[in-house]
Each structure stands twice: as structure tokens, then as C-alpha cells.
């Protein structure tokens, strides 16, 4: 617990003193008026004497008294009124409040605790004073009386008599009434009380003579004061003022409507103690009070002079609220002590040492030693019969019985005689011989049932065991059952109480915190406020004192907080505060939000009734955000009120928000998703056409989606001024919390500013007149000027400024835990530097239904968008830069439906709404196979497929010459000039071609342009427009070539001819059945072949309904007469009849677009590389062009299906989705179980292909000529554009197992030897006609083409590194048959 400012010991020793009775004359008070003090507040500060007296105990040993105090009373003292007690206690809590703490360390963790509590040691001093004296005990009882007169009087005698007879009466009253005597004889004691200032010391001394031969010398005393003179100085110090405690209504402002202080009935009544008679005159008492009488019912006549006048209620406060004044209590204006000095004070203090040591002390000694007897002569011997059956047979203890029986003791009864006896020795500081005394008589007490005595008996016991340092567990044990006696048995709760605060100091002293907290909850209640919370406020006190790691800081906090609750219902605001403020140091960063909540409100609430509007506003606004999520709806509204009403109340009184708006809880800012758009302002709205996507504060692109926007800006630059920076920056024209730039907006353009507010209640908010706060400087020649607009939008005035044209969002409905963007245009119309410091809005409560038109309580403030972390956010501060060009980009409008192979051609409006010309305008697309500028001119037809396919590779000094050589060409392969300059106000025009796919569903365009001239270096040197073409391709036609070779031969000539077989399919699924293609022709692009015929079915102008398909022959032939050097051949044949246009084939544009092979990567400069050249035998590009028919929509449009043929294999035109190697295989009608593109397991291509003429069948006679010659002839063509050697090489039969061979006769040669055959030369592309004669020794089948081999080497290598066998001849031409006649 917190230190107090005394010791346990001294406190206890304190509490219980000897209490002198005073009973003076008239004059007395008049003489002590002159100090401005009556009799006993003179002595009263003195009472405390640096003194040690003796006494001999009755054994004959010396007891030494040391530290000895006494309290000096009136005789006519009373207890104070309900109301008045009530003031004393509430004001001893009030006046008492410090803020004093100290730093604590528990558990890693610090708090700051009271330094010490005297407001819990006033209250409990006062606690014990405003007690009334009880029959059980005699510790505040009156031990003596001193009877005191005046030199003033005239006849000293008489006075002393007259006081005299008074003192007979108050010592023969009814034993219910006051004064209480500590027994029936008193110590009687003369003061005279000399006047030094009006009456001579002669007379005085006379006086006092007088007064000693009349009662005796050894009884009289006298006392001289107000001798101070002129010359003497004042008293350096006031000793009265603490002591004096005089009620004063006039600043005592407390007003209560239940009083709890305990009263006297009506009529008095006997004092209740045990059950039983005895044979010493108790009698049973049949009087007990009525059970309807409420405790603190009072009577007119009542005087408050009943001593047993003790209710099951305590009188510590009221269990209703208290508004208790926060003046201070001014108990005395006046100066004391005007007419004493020095003299006079030692005069004061010798007094009282003589009258304790000469005659108050004998007499205790005396008292003991006639008590110390009378217990000795009657101890062990019962007094009844049914005394003596109880003590023996009885089996219930005090503590667990709730009976009401009672027996009376007489005054003068043994077992009081013990009490009284215990209490003087008590009183001396002999706590031994006090707990020994004590001890007896509790045990006579439980024998007779007599609980209020027992209770008595134990509590003092346990506090003298402890005064004479032997408290244990047994006397802990006494102070409990004495407590539990009091509370349930005797229903006595001031005394339960009384033994609670005692027993807190002896289990303090001795560590026991954790009992002594158990104890203190136990007393509270709900009849008393005041006390449960000074209760509370101990215990929780208590389980911060354990030791190190037993410190409980949870129920510390707990109970602080219901301390807290419990000062509040009393009245008492600032201890409220305090002990609120104390529990949240633990709740703070605890994650327990509930209780947090409950403590953070209830500070708010507290702080305002204190009018601490700032801290109150801070209070309330803690529970509202961010955490507020596990809050009901119904306490976050009624959160929001409170906060709002102490909110404008703060306002109001604060002159600083005259120029500043107060930073409100709510909403909350999300930082991370702040952003600044500098791009210019859109385009207005038209029909038919739709603007640039462009950049948007909404969407922040992804990581893939800004590298792509960066590597064409690269291409870009690249293309437009011949190289790229060696440090590239890329331009930002979005900044968010990724970006660490300021940005820069050229004057008069709008800038976009977007904020999200989240709401993180459960009900709906409303904001009004939301519009940003900004802070501009400007950057003129002349002067530098500031513009601020938060003091006008605190005054509620309107704003305009030459430097910053803003927007206002007049309503903003943010339903709860939600989020919402909301985005600001500022639109700086001069050079400087902008910083957008906050939000400026009004909040208003909407409520849990969250009506939008609610008109409650408007609360006006801002958020700070520049604090704490956000504090240097540089997105915000923004620079404004000279005006620039702005070119704003607009489409035609067209649906994001497209099948893929779909030409759609956009047209493109640039408009520059800016003051300064722009220069040209150059575009870069992410895919030029999808989208490409549509020009006026064919010069250039078909050389992007030329580049790639045909154009020899350029040969490079050094790797990095390589890569800057395909750096340059990526770069100009994805860029092109759009227009030439576009001047201020003016507009240009373009047109695009797109060919979605599959593959690229989203085509990003990039448009660069520069001021004309130049801007200066400092300036931005060029800007940017974004676009993004966004489509939903699907697939609708899927075409497969297989390409096929022949040999055609005439009279005059052998040529090589190939087949394209073609199969063209629907594949729209059955949702898209709808769709119906007609396939318009094909095309065949390439410098070797040419289409020269179509073999078809009659139905080839059928449409081709959903899954339908469509199987076309085309013949092709070889050219040659070679196009021109860059220049690519194309043939095309009609598919579909009735064609009203017959130019609208492959060289007519749109058509001659995107008639290239590579698939395009930003990234990986050689995989845009073309092909390897001259690879493959056929090296043509087969084009299908087909319109489209959706009958459902009624519209139609036109495609185009590229395939490269390179060898001869199939080729699918269906462009495949990647499929994962762990996903199951899904086979259905579409799918081709052998991947055409796959080349692993391709057959290789014939250099030469050959052609046998022979005889089927042959009749010969064998008998007549033994050989029979068949003339056969083979035609040669070289498929390759290189000569080759060719060699038939005659020796090999490749079936000699299986059938006859044949032999060969005529003009062979050897390659080599041992090699029989024939050698030719080929040019390239040449066909020949060579004749041979095979021989025949038998009759029967032959195979030709098994009886020879072919191959073909280059000259230049001289080896067989080209040799291929030659493919098997048709069966019907190498099938010969011999037979006889």
C-alpha cells in the first residue's frame, strides 16, 4: 500500500488515547476567546507530551509509559449531526487530494502510484472520531475530569461548587445518555485558569491557595495565560489550525438525499450483549428494536446523546450520488493564540505533564490495582447456572450464528470489570499485559453468548498482539472472527469496519496483502459509496504491494476501477479521475479492448464533469478508433454522443479554434492508399467515342503492368531520340506510397487526389463539406507569398484564391466498417510549392440505421494527412511547374467481345488542351502482332514478314554490338510516329488496327510527345498517355494445314507441286452457337511457292454452323521467278462465291497487317528474334481470311488466320492455353493428340524427291533368253535452292530376304570403289529425267524402288553430311511383274 504519514503503530497508538473531560466555567471560555479558542481546542495540540511516567503493576514490578498522548474534550461533547458527519467525512477525501505519485517497476512494465494516500488517512481519522461511544468498550470513555475555573470569577469557591454539582449530574445520568464514564469514580481534577492580562499574580495566587485548602492540594492546578505584552513577538507558528475542524455551511456545498448515519430510536433502549440472566442482576431484555423501524430514521427531539444508538449502517456516505463542492473548506479565517507567547505555550505543556504524571497516572494505577483484584478474586467462578451450562456444553461460535437473544450485564459486572481492565492497560502502552487481559476476557464473553463483547474483546486482542510485536497467524485469526462477529452476528458494520482498517495495518506489517485486500472488498456495500471506494482503492493497493512477481496487476487495476466507479457515485470527481487514471496504465496496449473502452469512457465522462474539456475529448475519442470493432452498435452510438457533446464544449471554449480545426477520431485515414494523379484533365464526353484509360487514382498498377508501361517508355526514347538515358528514370505521373518523389503538375492542370477514409464502427457517419487543407507558396520573381485556407474554413468563410481553385464534396456516407475513396481536384493557377496538409469535414451521427438526413449533432474538424509516420510523405507536397502541352486521347467506342483473329479498326482523336504546342507524337504498343497504324500507303507490303523469315541475319563485330543492334530493332519494331506536331487547341486524327487474340486479351498503347520547342532542362522534356485495349477473346475458328509434296510430269517437263490439305472448323461451343463462319479465301505469302488451284467440295461457300467443318485441297507450285529483293510474293484463291469486291484481298489493307510469326516478349530481347532462315522446304505464310456472323447480336465482322508453313509437317492454327504438368489430360474431339510444333520426332525433309516410270506387268520367255530387260525411267527434282550431288547407288538391294532382286546392265559409273551406280549434278530446284535398264533372271514380283538407294551431298562439303534416304515409291509404280507366256 501507498505510504501514509504515520506508522501502523503510531496511528493505533493515536486512535486509542485517554479522553479527559473539561467542564468549565462562563468565564473560562471568554478568557481563551481573546485566542480566538475555546478551553479544550488551547490544550488539544499539546495533548501529545515527549514524556515517560511510571506505575507499579500489582505484582511490584515498574511499568514504564512513554509517548503518552491525551485528548482533550468537552464534557458536553456530542456526536455530530447525520449531515454535518457526513460533510466531515466527504470533506476529509476532498481536501486531502494530491497528485502526487511515484514510478513503480513490475514485471517489466512501470507505473506511477500514489506516493502516499491522505485522503484514506484523513477519512479514517475522521472515520474513527464522528464513532459513538459504546457500553462494550471503554477505550472512549471519559478516565477523568478536570473541572476548570477563572481568576475572573469573583468568588472562586462557589464557581468550583456550582461546576461541582454539574459534574454530579452528568455522573448520575441514565446509563444510555451521554457523557460515558469509564466507571462510577472518575478522576476529579481543579484548574484555575489565571488571566494574566486582567487579573494581578497576587490575586491569582491567592485564588489558588483558597482553591487547594478547599479541595485538596494534590487536585488542584492552575494554569496562566495571555501574558503576551506589546513588546513580545508572535508565536512563530499556529499549533491549533490543524486541529480545529468547526462546520462552516457557507463552504461546505454538499447536498445528499439519504443520510446513513446511525441515530437513536425514540426511546432508549438496554444495551443487548449476551442471552441469559446471571446471579449478579442481569436480566433478559424483552425491548428490542422494532423490526419496521428503518436505521436511519431520527425524531424530532432527537438529540444525538444515545451512545447505543448503533444501526446495521455505516454513516461513511450515501448510497446515491453526491454533488460534492470542489472549494476548499475554510475551517478558521482567524489568527489563534493573539494574546500567548512563549511563556505561555511552555506553561501549557507543563501543565498537562503535571497533571498526567501527578495525578491521572496514580489513579490509573490505582484503578488497575482494584481491578487487577476483583478479576483475581472472581476469576474461574461462574456467575449463573446457565452461564456455567453454556461455557461448558455450548458448541456455536459468534461467528456463524445469527441468533438475537441477549442478556444484560450490570456496570459493574466481572466480565466488564476485565474489559475495563484490558482497556487501561491498552490505554498505558502495556500491549502484553493488554492481550493477556483481552484473551480472558473474550473467553468469558464466548462462554455467556455475548457477541458485541466477544467481537470487542477479539480485535483488541489482535491489535495488542500486534502493538507488542507477537502478531501470528492465531492473532490474524482473532482480528477475523471478531470482524465476521461484528458483520453477521452483532449486524454492527461501523464496527466491522473499525476492525478491518486495524486488522489492514497488522496483515500489511506483517506482507499479508493478499488477505488484507480480502478483507477490505468484504466491507463494501451498497449503503455507502464513499467507503466502498476508499475500501476498494486500499485493496487494490494491496495486490500491487506483493512481492516482485507476486504483484497482481490485473486486480490491481480492476479493482481501481471500481474504486473509481464507487468516488463517482459519491461525488468525489477528482478521486474518480484519479483511480480511473491509475487502472488505465494497466489496460493501456493490453489488448483487452472492452475494458480499455470502459475506462477510456469513463475517464472522458469524469474529465468533462471537471471541466477538463481537452482530456475529456481525448477520453472519449480512445474507444471510437481504430480498435472498435468488437463493440455493439448500440455503445459505439452512444461512444459518438458523448464524444461529440464534450467535443463542442471543448470547442467552445477554446479561442485557438477560431483559426484551427481540431483533429477528429473519426474517420480513419488509410495512408497506404493515398494517392496524387498529375495527368492533366480528361476528356469531356462524347458520344461514340471513349477517352485514354490512361492513368487512374483508383487502380494502382501492378508490378508486371508498370514494367511493361517502362520498357516501352524505353522503346520510345529509344526511337525518338536515338538512345536511351545511361541512368533511365522512369517518368511517374501516379505517386503513391511506393513512389518516393514529389510530384510535379504543370500549372492550370488539375490534380487528382485521392484519400480513403475507413469507418471502423459498426454504425453509419455522415460527412459534410469535405474539401482538402492546403498550404501554397509561391515562386515569383517579385515575392514569395503564402496561402493558407484552414483559418477560412474554420471560420466558415469562403476562400478565393489566385494561387489554388479547389473542390468541395458537399455529402459523404460511410456505412459502417466499410471504406471509401474519395477524390479531390486542386488546380494550381500559379508557380510555387503546394503541400496538401488534411481533410477539412463535419461529422455527423447517422446512427445505427444510418439516416442519411440526420440533423443531430454536427461536429466540425479535420484529419491530418502530414502526421506521425505520414509526417514527410512526399506525395503530398507537390511542385507546380510552367504550363505545358496536354494531349488528351479518345477511341471509337467498340465492345470488348471480339473472336480471336478479328480485325477491328479504331479510330484515334488527339486533342491538345494545353497552352504550349506539342511536337510529334510517337506511339508503342506491348504487341505489334495485334495492333498496328493503319497507313495510307503499301510501299512497305509484307516486310515485317520479310525482316523476319527471309532477310539475311546481320553480322555484328562484338556481343555488344549484337545486343544493341536487336535493342534497336525491338525498339523500332514496337514504335512508331503517330502524328507530327499538334499545336495548342488543335486536333489530330489515326487509325488503329487490332487483331486480338486468345493470348494477348489486354494490348497497352503508349503515346510520347515533347513541347515545341523543347522545354529547358529543368522542365519535364517530354510527357506520356496511356491507353489499354481490354478484350474478352474467344475462340471461333480453327484451322490445320498438312502440307503434302508431289511430282508433276509432261512430255516436256517435270515439275515439284504441294498440296495444302486444310481442314477449317467451327468450335464455338454450344453457348456461342449462335456464330456461324463463312471462310471468304486464302493466301499463300511466300518467295518459293505459289497457289495455283483448290480442290474442293460443291458446298464450299456453306456457311459453317457451330462444331461444322470444311475440308479444302490447295495446290501449289514453285516459283521461279523470284520476287525482288525485300519484296515477298503472294497468290490467293476465292473461297466464298459472290464477293462483290475482287480487290479486297491480302494486299489491300487492313488485310496486309500482322502477317508475321514472332510472338512478342518485352523482356527477352531473343525471343523477338526472327526464325532461323532457310531452314525449312516451303517457307510461306498461309493466311485464311473469314467473316464472322452473330445472328443473335446481327452483327458481322472479318478476320484473318495466320499460319507458317516451314517444313512439312501439320500446323494448327488454335492457339493453346498452357496447361500445368500435374493437371489431369482432358481429351475431347478438338484437341490433336500429337503436338504439331512438336519437331522432335518430325520425319526429315528429302534434299532431292524422285519419281520411277516402269512396266507393271511383263511377259517373258526365260527359255529362250535368260534375262529379260525392263526399260525404267526416274525423275529427279532438287528440292533445295543449293546444288547438290546426287548419287543412285545400284549395289544395294534393301530386300534380298524377302523377294528377288534386280539387276541393272548400261552405262553406270562408280562413285567410288567397289560402288556401282550413277553420279548426277543438280542445280537448285532442277528436275531430270534419267533412264536406266533393270534385268531380270526369273519370273516373279519385284520391287523396284527397294533395288537402289539415293543420296545427295553438297559441293561445298564433299561428305555425306546431307545424305537422307529417298522416300519408298507409289506401290502401283515399284510394284514390277514378270511372268512367262
Known amino acids: ?281 442481569t436480566v433478559p431484555n424483552q425491548n428490542v428494536p422494532p423490526e419496521g423501524l428503518h436505521p436511519l430514521t431520527t425524531s424530532e427531539n432527537d438529540v444525538y446523546d444515545n451512545a447505543n444508538s448503533l444501526q446495521t449502517h455505516s454513516f461513511s456516505g450515501s448510497s446515491e450520488s453526491m454533488n460534492v463542492s470542489v472549494k476548499p473548506l475554510d475551517y478558521s479565517t482567524e489568527v489563534h493564540g493573539l494574546a500567548l507567547n512563549a511563556n505561555d505555550i511552555d506553561s501549557i505543556k507543563k501543565f498537562l505533564q503535571e497533571y498526567a504524571g501527578k495525578a491521572l497516572l496514580p489513579y490509573l494505577e490505582k484503578q488497575i490495582l482494584q481491578l487487577s483484584e476483583l478479576v483475581a478474586n472472581r476469576k474461574g467462578v461462574s456467575r449463573s447456572l446457565l452461564s456455567a451450562t453454556k461455557r461448558w456444553f455450548g458448541t456455536g461460535k459468534g461467528g456463524n450464528t445469527t441468533g438475537n437473544n441477549t442478556v444484560i450485564y450490570s456496570s459493574e459486572c466481572p466480565e466488564l470489570q476485565l474489559r475495563r481492565l484490558g482497556d487501561l492497560w491498552f490505554l498505558l502502552g502495556q500491549w502484553q499485559r493488554a492481550f493477556d487481559t483481552y484473551h480472558t476476557a473474550k473467553r468469558e464473553f464466548y462462554a455467556d453468548s455475548a457477541w458485541l463483547c466477544y467481537a470487542g474483546a477479539l480485535e483488541m486482542a489482535a491489535v495488542s498482539a500486534f502493538m507488542a510485536g507477537d502478531a501470528n497467524k492465531k492473532t490474524h485469526g482473532y482480528m477475523e472472527e471478531s470482524i465476521v462477529t461484528y458483520l453477521n452476528t452483532c449486524r454492527m458494520v461501523q464496527y466491522a469496519v473499525r476492525a478491518t482498517l486495524l486488522s489492514v495495518l497488522c496483515l500489511g506489517s506483517a506482507g499479508l496483502h493478499g488477505e488484507a485486500a480480502k478483507q477490505l472488498i468484504r466491507m463494501t456495500s451498497e449503503d455507502s459509496d464513499l467507503r466502498s471506494a476508499m475500501l476498494l482503492e486500499q485493496a487494490s493497493l494491496c495486490f500491487l504491494s506483493g512481492p516482485g512477481s507476486k504483484a ?288 477539412a469535414y463535419k461529422l455527423i451521427n447517422a446512427g445505427e440505421r444510418g439516416n442519411e438526413n440526420a440533423t443531430g449533432s454536427v461536429m466540425a474538424g479535420k484529419l491530418n494527412l502530414l502526421s506521425g509516420i505520414n509526417a514527410s510523405d512526399k506525395r503530398l507536397q507537390i511542385t507546380v511547374i510552367p504550363p505545358a502541352p496536354c494531349l488528351q486521347m479518345t477511341f471509337t467506342e467498340s465492345s470488348a467481345e471480339v473472336i480471336s483473329g478479328e480485325l477491328r479498326i479504331v479510330d484515334v482523336e488527339i486533342r491538345n488542351v494545353g497552352p504550349v504546342d506539342a511536337g510529334p507524337v510517337h506511339f508503342a504498343v506491348s504487341r505489334p502482332e495485334c495492333v498496328q497504324l493503319l497507313s495510307p500507303d503499301n510501299e512497305e507490303l509484307f516486310k515485317p514478314l520479310y525482316d523476319e523469315k527471309y532477310k539475311a541475319p546481320t553480322v555484328y563485330s562484338d556481343e555488344r554490338a549484337a545486343r544493341l543492334g536487336a535493342w534497336r530493332a525491338l525498339a523500332a519494331r514496337h514504335s512508331v510516329r503517330c502524328t507530327s506536331g499538334v499545336p495548342s487547341g488543335a486536333c489530330a486524327r489515326a487509325r488503329l488496327v487490332l487483331r486480338a487474340r486468345t493470348r494477348a486479351p489486354e494490348l497497352a498503347l503508349l503515346a510520347l510527345y515533347e513541347p515545341e520547342p523543347r522545354a529547358p532542362a529543368a522542365q519535364r522534356a517530354y510527357r506520356l498517355l496511356r491507353h489499354v485495349f481490354r478484350f474478352t477473346p474467344k475462340e471461333a475458328v480453327e484451322i490445320s494445314v498438312t ?210 516410270e516402269h512396266s507393271n506387268l511383263i511377259s517373258h520367255n526365260f527359255e529362250k533368253n535368260k534375262l529379260c530387260v525392263v526399260p525404267i525411267t526416274i525423275n529427279i527434282v532438287n528440292c533445295y535452292e543449293v546444288p547438290v550431288n546426287v548419287f543412285i547407288d545400284m549395289s544395294k538391294q534393301t530386300n534380298r530376304e524377302g523377294g528377288r532382286a534386280l539387276g541393272w546392265c548400261g552405262a553406270l559409273s562408280g562413285a567410288g570403289p567397289g560402288e556401282l551406280g550413277m553420279s548426277l549434278r543438280l542445280e537448285r530446284w532442277e528436275a531430270r529425267r534419267v533412264r536406266l535398264r533393270a534385268l531380270c533372271a526369273a519370273p516373279g514380283a519385284y520391287v523396284v524402288g527397294s533395288a537402289f538407294a539415293v543420296s545427295a551431298t553438297t559441293p561445298t562439303t564433299g561428305d555425306a553430311a546431307l545424305t537422307l534416304a529417298h522416300a519408298p515409291a507409289p506401290a502401283d509404280t515399284s510394284l514390277l511383274v514378270v511372268q512367262t507366256p
Open 1 to 281: 500500500m501507498a505510504r501514509s504519514g504515520k506508522s501502523a503503530q503510531e496511528f493505533i497508538q493515536s486512535s486509542f488515547s485517554p479522553i479527559i473531560a473539561v467542564l468549565c466555567s462562563p468565564k473560562v471560555e471568554h478568557v481563551t476567546s481573546k485566542n480566538n479558542l475555546s478551553f479544550t481546542e488551547l490544550l488539544q495540540p499539546f495533548g501529545s507530551m515527549d514524556w515517560e511516567g511510571q506505575i507499579r503493576e500489582p505484582g511490584g514490578s515498574v511499568c514504564v509509559v512513554k509517548n503518552w498522548k491525551v485528548i482533550i474534550r468537552d464534557v458536553h461533547w456530542k456526536p455530530l449531526p447525520p449531515t454535518e458527519a457526513r460533510k466531515q467525512l466527504n470533506n476529509a477525501v476532498l481536501h486531502n487530494y494530491t497528485e502526487k505519485t511515484v514510478l513503480l517497476e513490475l514485471d517489466g512494465r512501470k507505473f506511477d502510484v500514489p506516493q502516499s494516500t491522505r485522503w484514506f488517512d484523513a477519512w479514517r481519522e475522521t472515520y474513527l472520531e464522528v464513532q459513538f461511544p459504546s457500553d462494550h468498550e471503554y477505550t472512549n470513555h471519559f478516565l477523568s475530569c478536570i473541572i476548570v475555573g477563572t481568576t475572573l470569577d469573583d468568588n472562586i469557591i462557589d464557581t468550583f461548587n456550582t461546576l461541582n454539582q454539574q459534574y454530579a449530574q452528568l455522573q448520575n445520568v441514565t446509563p444510555p445518555k451521554l457523557p460515558k464514564w469509564f466507571n462510577n469514580g472518575v478522576l476529579k481534577s481543579y484548574l484555575l485558569l489565571h488571566d494574566v492580562s486582567a487579573v494581578s499574580k497576587d490575586k491569582a495566587d491567592a485564588a489558588f491557595d483558597t482553591l487547594k485548602q478547599t479541595f485538596g492540594s494534590g487536585n488542584c492546578f492552575m494554569l496562566a495565560i495571555n501574558s503576551k505584552s506589546t513588546t513580545d513577538p508572535s508565536l512563530p507558528t499556529d499549533y491549533w489550525a490543524q486541529f480545529i475542524k468547526r462546520s462552516n455551511d457557507s463552504t461546505s456545498e454538499m447536498l445528499s438525499s439519504v443520510s446513513n448515519l446511525p441515530t437513536t430510536p425514540p426511546d432508549p433502549q438496554p444495551f443487548p450483549v449476551g442471552t441469559g440472566t446471571s446471579d449478579d442482576g
Open 552 to 839: 497482481m496487476c490485473r486486480k490491481y487495476a480492476f479493482h481501481m476501477v471500481l474504486a473509481g466507479h464507487r468516488f463517482s457515485k459519491a461525488g468525489q470527481k477528482k478521486h474518480a479521475y484519479r483511480c480511473y487514471n491509475q487502472a488505465y496504465q494497466v489496460y493501456r496496449d493490453s489488448g483487452w479492448r472492452l475494458s480499455t473502452d470502459h475506462v477510456q469512457f469513463a475517464l472522458g465522462r469524469l474529465a468533462g464533469a471537471l471541466r477538463l474539456t481537452r482530456d475529456a475529448v481525448r477520453w472519449l475519442g480512445a474507444p471510437l478508433a481504430p480498435a472498435a470493432r468488437h463493440q455493439p452498435a448500440a455503445q459505439q452510438d452512444a461512444f459518438l454522443r458523448e464524444y461529440m457533446l464534450q467535443h463542442q464544449q471543448w470547442v467552445d471554449s477554446e479561442d485557438e479554434f477560431k483559426e484551427h480545426l481540431p483533429v477528429l477520431p473519426l474517420p480513419l485515414l488509410e495512408s497506404e492508399a493515398t494517392s496524387v494523379l498529375c495527368v492533366g484533365p480528361a476528356p469531356l464526353s462524347s458520344p461514340g467515342r471513349v477517352p485514354a484509360t490512361s492513368l487512374a487514382v483508383h487502380h494502382t498498377p501492378d508490378r508486371q503492368e508498370q514494367h511493361t508501361w517502362h520498357k516501352l517508355e524505353e522503346m520510345l526514347l529509344q526511337v525518338v531520340y536515338g538512345s536511351v538515358p545511361m541512368i533511365f528514370k522512369p517518368t511517374v505521373d501516379l505517386y503513391t506510397n511506393k513512389t518516393d518523389l514529389n510530384p510535379a503538375a504543370p500549372q492550370g492542370e488539375p490534380i487528382q487526389i485521392s484519400i480513403t477514409l475507413r469507418n471502423p464502427l459498426k454504425i453509419v457517419i455522415l460527412l459534410k463539406d469535405v474539401e482538402l487543407l492546403w498550404h501554397f507558396v509561391s515562386e515569383s520573381d517579385d515575392s514569395k507569398q503564402i496561402v493558407n485556407n484552414e483559418p477560412m474554413v474554420a471560420s466558415g468563410s469562403s476562400l478565393e484564391s489566385s494561387a489554388i481553385c479547389g473542390q468541395k464534396i458537399k455529402s459523404v456516407v460511410l456505412e459502417g466498417e466499410s471504406s471509401k475513396m474519395l477524390t479531390f481536384s486542386l488546380t494550381p493557377l500559379r508557380m510555387g510549392r503546394l503541400c496538401v496538409q488534411g481533410v
Open 1043 to 1252: 502440307p503434302r509434296r508431289s511430282i508433276k510430269t509432261t512430255p516436256d517437263k517435270i515439275s515439284e507441286n504441294m498440296n495444302l490439305v486444310t481442314e477449317i472448323k467451327n468450335i464455338c461451343g454450344e453457348k456461342d452457337d449462335d456464330i456461324i463462319i463463312e471462310v471468304l479465301e486464302a493466301s499463300l505469302l511466300s518467295r518459293q511457292w505459289r497457289l495455283t488451284g483448290m480442290i474442293a467440295s460443291a458446298d464450299k461457300s456453306q456457311l459453317l454452323q457451330s462444331r461444322e467443318k470444311m475440308h479444302l485441297v490447295f495446290q501449289a507450285s514453285r516459283i521461279f521467278d523470284f520476287p525482288s529483293e525485300s519484296k515477298v510474293g503472294w497468290s490467293g484463291l476465292k473461297i466464298a462465291t459472290g464477293q462483290p469486291d475482287p480487290e479486297d484481298n491480302i494486299a489491300v489493307s487492313p488485310y496486309s497487317h500482322f502477317v508475321t510469326d514472332y510472338e512478342t516478349s518485352i523482356d527477352n530481347m531473343e525471343a523477338n528474334g526472327r526464325a532461323d532462315t532457310k531452314a525449312g522446304l516451303i517457307q510461306s505464310m498461309f493466311v485464311v481470311r473469314w467473316k464472322a456472323h452473330h445472328r443473335t447480336k446481327g452483327t458481322t465482322v472479318n478476320g484473318q488466320h495466320y499460319l507458317w508453313l516451314d517444313d512439312f509437317i501439320r500446323v494448327l492454327s488454335r492457339d493453346r492455353e498452357v496447361v500445368s504438368p500435374d493437371a489431369p489430360l482432358q481429351l475431347d474431339e478438338y484437341e490433336i493428340k500429337l503436338d504439331p510444333h512438336d519437331t522432335r520426332k518430325k520425319n526429315k525433309d528429302n534434299v532431292v524427291v524422285l519419281r520411277m
